[in-house]
């Protein structure tokens, strides 16, 4: 596989991990009536969403082997885009006219820094 298509593959999970692990979070938070430490340690979702952050962290330190910082870190912003997405169809959040008009600025910032 070229540079490029690892790059593409290690910030695709970088990105989709680290939204699906702030879902996970929030539907964890949801269905937690009290909160207590051994309900937080024990719940499936915040279990879930934890280690997906730590998916999300450890495939953006090897992003930075392939891209510099001021690159790798702003590509990262796709995570914002990811969430829109899981977010309609995971909790039916509506996806306004100025949601995607702020995924299209994304998506033109990422191309713009990543030339």
């Not at 912003?77 to 995607?100: C, D, H, N």
């Amino acid at each position: 596989m070229s540079d490029l298509g690892i790059i593409i593959s290690i910030l695709a999970i970088t990105t989709f991990s680290g939204s699906a692990g702030a879902l996970a979070l929030k539907q964890g938070m949801n269905e937690l009536v009290d909160l207590t430490f051994v309900k937080a340690i024990t719940n499936k979702w915040l279990l879930l969403g934890s280690f997906l952050y730590i998916v999300s962290a450890a495939t953006n330190i090897v992003l930075f082997k392939y891209l510099a910082y001021s690159i790798a870190f702003p590509m990262t912003s796709l995570t914002y885009v990811w969430t829109v997405f899981i977010s309609y169809f995971t909790f039916k959040e509506k996806i306004t006219p100025l949601k995607l008009i702020s995924i299209g600025l994304i998506a033109i910032g990422v191309i713009i820094i990543s030339q």
